[in-house]
């Protein structure tokens, strides 16, 4: 039958016959042992061949004692043996039919394979002679291969081992043969229809003669089933290290566990898990009672359609006492079950749902194990067995109790860092600006998407109302990640806002940013519980509406990204400057002039670096969708999410501010020279009277003449030449400004009742909105704040 081996192929009578019953082979030595030629029989129901009732093939592998008719019309009683031969195109195969031929060969006196004194060995000893045919077995041999000596004798393996198995077994048994040296071969055999393994190791050496000529072939089989077994079972707790904890998320760390259990360990795994107490809170650390509420975090099944499942991922479901995933959390301990059994049982009368389950799958046998971390029961895993018929042993209960345990500190790990993470956020959010402030020197718009599989960072952005309608815009970056990062973004951001609330020019206000983050890291790395360094990337720019001129300064930080009318993005060039908390390096402010409708862009790293692209390739994909920008600041913001973070989601943390430009026209702003001559208050308060009668803002003439004269009185009493007084308004705002060549400040202080003086300032905060001053490189200016729609 198989041309592989130049042996004799008649010393076995051999026959195939397909699924039908049709005889598709026929052998020469079936010819010899029933008279039948090749073409008398192929084709021909092998029935006919059998005196009286052919038996019915049902198992794998058949054998015993049939009654033939021979050719010449009498009958041979005759042992076969059958079994089964898949296809390897994975058809439904045919059945190869066997029997020795004995007596065909006499053997010499002096014949070595009789001098083999190995069948009295503790292990499963086979011999086979120089045509790869059985001549000897022991009874461990026998017992291995489920049939008797006297039966195999004379069959070569290929005919009562499966193909595959017996095909490669008989190549290693030629070589040894061919090559006279000896080779071990490791086979894992599946046994019975249980689901275990047996795993061996057959021994190969070659038996020789007197002249050292290979005759023959010795094969002993050692049972390493046990050792197998066990590394099996660490191969898969390796496994488990490896596949679950990938990430700090819960659902899918649960995922990972139910994964690695199937099939390995079950057929089909459930993982619930308790809900806390409150959202985002610990799980309780008081025992839980029954009835019990578990939410289905995620299950696996050999079925990949889990249509065993009655839950689904997501769904909270009620169990009881008598449920194994009830028992398994109240007893803090494994529980096996198997079907029936009466606690199973009573539960499954009570849940009519799995109890069609089970009846259909044909579930036979249950191990449910709780899920604890630091002492806490998180929930619980059970795993079931229908496809396989094997119950669960003690080996496979410390397998998984190990596998779980491992898994319940990664879920642990991940619901602490999810909280973590929602604190974090939480806190995050609530020091960023709700809404931005309405201004007429811009209009802006923002974005912030927190890291997507990281602790979130301390990126912060920020629009800051300045006196003479100016406007600060400011983005940073604190260094690190999590609530301290986060605190101290919230900081920073508070100081920030404070040094521009007096006026600082952006290098200065960088400068004492500066020595603030350096002290804020100094008392961070004495705190011995937590030491750390605290740093920071920071740009802050201030726009002026009437000159049209913004000033820049950047700690360390990306350069922003400006579209001029009508053209392309560009970046803008700044001086870099050096990251904030090295203390001691100075900082340069650049101004540029900014056409009406100009597109300011500020941003931090995590919206153009990424591990997929450079830093230069980011840029490009952000001035790309800035030079289509729309008329919407909001659209705009937007699309450059989407070009730079096409899934939604990012490795760092992501600040995007955009700021339009708007000009005050100068038939908003008027400006005066002052004479140092107090005697010209009067007439200049006339003139601002008329000024605002050309704005329509007569409402407000009695509160700006009483402004204007206190404030232009004191510019020329304490003040230094030259002196100007300006006047800025837009719909809703009056500003009145004052500014002399000195750059002593002016103190607001309450008089006492003899004192002459003191009292302007004093009247000046009480009749305006916010008052307040700036130094000026040329000195300094003293301005107070009108709200028109109250003098409405």
Known sequence: MSPVYPFDEAATARAVIDRDGTVTEWGEGARRLLGWTADEVVGRPAAQLVEGTAPTLRKSRCDGTLTLRHRNGRTVSVWLLAH????????????????????????????????????????????????????????????LIGLPEERVRGLRVTEFLARTQGEEFEQQLHHVLTTGQGHDVHTHVPVGDDGRVDARMARMTPITDGAGRVCGVCVAVHDFTEQYLARERLHLVNEASIRIGTTLDVIRTAQELADVCVPSLSDFVSVDLLEPSEAGGEPSAEPPTAPITLRR?????????????????????????????????????????????????????????????????????TMSVPIRARGTTLGVAVLTRFRRPDPFTPDDQLLAEEITARAAVCIDNARRYTRERETTLALQRSLLPQSLPRRAALEASSRYLPAARAEVGGDWFDVIPLSGMRVAMVVGDIVGHGIRASATMGRLRTAVRTLADIDLAPDELLTHLDDLVVRLSEE????????????????????????RCCTFARAGHPSPVMVLPGGAAQEVELPAG?????????????????????????????????????????????????????????????????????????????????????????????????????ALVAPIRKQVADQLGIWGLVEASFTTELVVSELVTNAIRYGSHPIRLRLIHDESTLICEVSDASHTAPHLRRAKMWDEGGRGLLLVAQVTQRWGSRHTPEGKTIWAELNLLAEE
């Open 84 to 143: 089964h031969q898949q296809r390897p195109d994975g058809g439904t195969g045919d059945w190869l039919v066997v029997t020795p031929l004995e007596g065909d060969r006499d053997r010499p006196a002096d014949d070595p394979l009789e001098k083999a004194s190995l069948l009295q060995t503790p292990c499963a000893v086979a011999i086979h002679d120089e045509r790869l045919r059985v001549y000897r077995i022991n009874a461990d041999m026998a017992a």
């Open 297 to 365: 975090a995620a299950h696996q099944s050999v079925d990949p359609d889990s249509f065993e499942a009655v839950v689904q991922p997501g769904q909270l479901d009620v169990y009881s006492a008598s449920s194994p995933q009830a028992d398994s959390v109240l007893a803090g301990r494994t529980i096996v079950a198997e079907a029936p059994s009466e606690d199973l049982t009573q539960w499954l009368t009570w849940d009519k749902a799995r109890m069609e389950r089970v009846r259909g799958y044909g579930i036979h046998a």
């Open 578 to 678: 050096p990251p904030l908390g090295l203390g001691g390096l100075p900082f340069e402010a650049a101004w540029l002039y900014l056409p009406e409708g100009s597109v300011l862009s500020f941003f931090t790293n995590g919206l153009i670096e990424s591990h997929v692209r450079d830093v230069e390739a980011g840029l490009g994909l952000l001035r790309e969708a800035l030079s289509a920008s729309t008329g919407s600041l909001d659209e705009t913001c937007d699309r450059i999410l989407h070009t730079l973070l096409p899934t939604g989601s990012a490795c760092d943390d992501v600040a995007l501010l955009l700021a339009r430009t708007h000009g005050l026209p100068e038939s908003q702003v008027s400006t005066w020279d002052i004479p140092v001559d107090p």
């Open 524 to 547: 961070t790395s004495a705190d011995v519980s937590d030491p750390g360094e605290v740093g920071a990337t920071c740009l802050y720019a201030v726009y002026d509406p009437v000159s």
